[in-house]
């Protein structure tokens, strides 16, 4: 069953320890992004990949860190440095590289930092 | 750095009614793409848009691209309580870091029974 995964669901942190939110795919696409979503929001971009081993930050990439270490897989780092982590976070993938091509989502990880 | 803006924020729609979602963006793209998200839920493409002046339509959705390919609407006509959501542009600018895929705030959709 092909598709793009997040986990966990919803999870919860205390202030000050950094936490990483999983995201695999396995639809062999070589693009994957990171969103953030804050309530009644649209989403903003933290980081992006075209290819395995390179990665680029968007518009909101200061207290988060990423790595595309396989083809599958693009962890997103939440650390202490992020002011307001609390959120929801998307991740997704496309096909396309130079071309962009529909993006699917996962179902998100929601982040609450108390 | 590309910014892409949706109006109206908020859409209340009685049933049956016709509205329009506006984007634009501050350069020009690629392409376009629009995605719907229910509520509690996530993203879900709809339509991709390539090509100046583009008019694509699904059922009671029609999409369009500006002819700059700068800006693009979404209209639905006879508005269901299916329609419900929240419905986001993306606008595509591949640079020579790769493609950014950009959304809008997008446009909360409420209808009224």
């Known amino acids: 069953d092909g598709g793009i995964t997040q986990s966990p669901k919803y999870l919860f942190r205390k202030e000050g320890q950094n936490v990483t939110l999983s995201c695999e795919q396995n639809?062999?696409?070589?693009?994957m992004y990171w969103y953030r979503q804050d309530p009644g929001q649209g989403l903003r971009l933290i980081y992006y990949s075209q290819i395995v081993n390179d990665f680029q930050k968007g518009d909101i990439a200061e207290g988060y860190s990423v790595s595309r270490e396989k083809k599958e897989s693009f962890p997103l780092t939440v650390t202490s440095a992020q002011k307001n982590p609390t959120a929801f976070y998307l991740c997704a993938s496309s096909s396309g590289s130079r071309v962009s091509t529909e993006a699917f989502f996962g179902q998100g990880t929601r982040l609450t930092v108390v | 750095g590309q910014q892409v803006m949706q109006i109206p924020q908020y859409q209340h729609v009685q049933e049956g009614e016709d509205f329009t979602t506006y984007c634009n963006s501050s350069t020009t793209l690629s392409n376009i793409q629009w995605y719907k998200q229910r509520p509690g839920g996530h993203p879900v493409f709809l339509i991709q848009l390539v090509k100046s002046g583009e008019v694509k339509k699904q059922k009671r959705l029609t999409f369009q691209f500006g002819e700059a390919k700068k800006n693009s609407s979404l209209h639905i006509t006879a508005t269901q309580t299916t329609d419900v959501g929240t419905y986001f542009c993306?606008?595509?600018?591949?640079?020579?870091?790769?493609?950014?895929?950009?959304f809008g705030g997008g446009t909360r959709v409420l209808v009224k029974p």
């Open positions: 639809l062999n696409h070589d693009a």
């Open positions: 993306a606008g595509s600018l591949v640079a020579a870091a790769g493609n950014k895929l950009t």
